[in-house]
């Protein structure tokens, strides 16, 4: 079983907007957790993963800022091996 977590407001009438385009295959079963309200004035905005990996994909680190597998092992073991 795979489960999915998405974000969405829920409206005084019921009625859930969620952030982002939710394309599913038949019908779900959801749990829906009720959190703080939104602030007034505040626009929870709409996500959209696609944009978030093509802003990615057009503001790339530096070649000069990219660590090797090998040194960001060796940061892993550092951090490790300061619990010690």
Known sequence: M???TLEATLDPQGKVHFNEDVHLKGIHRVLITVMEPVESGENPGQG???????FLRQNRLPDAM?????Q??????????AWD
Do not use: G
């Open 2 to 4: 795979i489960f999915q």
């Open 66 to 70: 990219r660590l090797t597998a090998e």
């Open 72 to 81: 960001i092992d060796a940061q892993i073991q550092a951090e490790r091996n």
């Open 48 to 54: 959209n993963a696609a944009s978030v990996l093509a």
